[in-house]
């Protein structure tokens, strides 16, 4: 996800693209288009999303040794950022530490992402070892690490891969580590769920939102975005091995996380 301030106000493009009726069939993709506009998306239609990424750092300080060896035989501490969009949490843990400090990993499946990433990463924090990789993280193979960063990713991803990709990070995690999971969730009561949807809209229409731009993207989200319940998320997260996760932030129906190896 596209950190706050990794562009000047003045050069992020205004999120136009459901200001005019698409077609039905249509779905949503981070391409191109996502990209020029994603700073501006993220902060109008994802409540809390700056607090979430102010709080990695400070769970990176508490929970990040430095187990590995660098290169230069330095101990350092590795992090992946999965499904890491256009590097926001990469670029939030390159502010707050030094470069010898961290090794960041960086995956997105998106081209257009990670190519807008790497030069956003790049032309702020040159000195830091931060890897973008463009590739599905349900297919790459998780070096030992300390931390693991899942910002509104496992949403996107097949209901039935979702245990496999948190099999992975569990194995990975050195003991003492930590997973945040962030996601967008629905309420088992229909009745609870019907009005953090409809304040959520009102979230958005507060942020500048047409009732067309938010009929639209709801539309592209279909089958393409699919949520779980907060008690599916740890439900989850006990299947494949943390025994001690809890939710430390919510905001209507969007949450975070944390569960400890």
């Given amino acids: 996800m596209s950190h706050p301030m990794s562009q000047k ?94 090794q960041i990993k960086a995956i997105d499946i998106s081209p257009a992402m990670t190519s807008e990433a790497t030069t956003l990463l790049n032309d702020n924090y040159p000195k830091h070892d931060i890897e973008v990789i463009t590739a599905d993280i349900r297919d790459i193979e998780l070096e030992p690490c300390d931390m693991v960063i899942l910002n509104l990713t496992l949403q996107f991803l097949p209901a039935a891969d979702r245990v496999a990709v948190l099999e992975k990070i569990y194995g990975a995690l050195s003991e003492g580590g930590i997973l945040v999971l962030t996601e967008k969730t629905h309420a088992f009561d229909e009745q609870y769920d019907a009005w953090l949807v409809e304040r959520y809209y009102d979230f958005k229409r507060a942020n500048g939102y047409t009732e067309m731009e938010i009929s639209g993207k709801r539309n592209a989200l279909e089958n393409v975005l699919i949520t779980d319940t907060l008690d599916e998320h740890h439900a989850r997260l006990s299947d494949v091995g943390f025994q001690r996760h809890l939710t430390w932030f919510q905001f209507l129906n969007f949450i975070s996380i944390v569960a400890f190896k």
């Fill in 9 to 102: 106000p003045d050069t992020i493009k205004h999120d136009t693209l459901f200001t005019t009726p698409l077609d039905k069939a249509a779905r949503f993709s981070f391409d191109e288009q996502v990209v020029a506009c994603f700073p501006d998306m993220i902060r109008r239609s994802v409540p809390g999303y700056g607090q979430v990424l102010a709080m990695l750092p400070i769970f990176a300080r508490r929970h990040c040794k430095y187990r590995q060896q660098g290169d230069n035989g330095q101990r350092v501490s590795r992090i992946y950022d999965l499904g890491c969009s256009l590097g926001a949490a990469s670029m939030t843990l390159a502010g707050e530490f030094e470069p010898q400090d961290l």
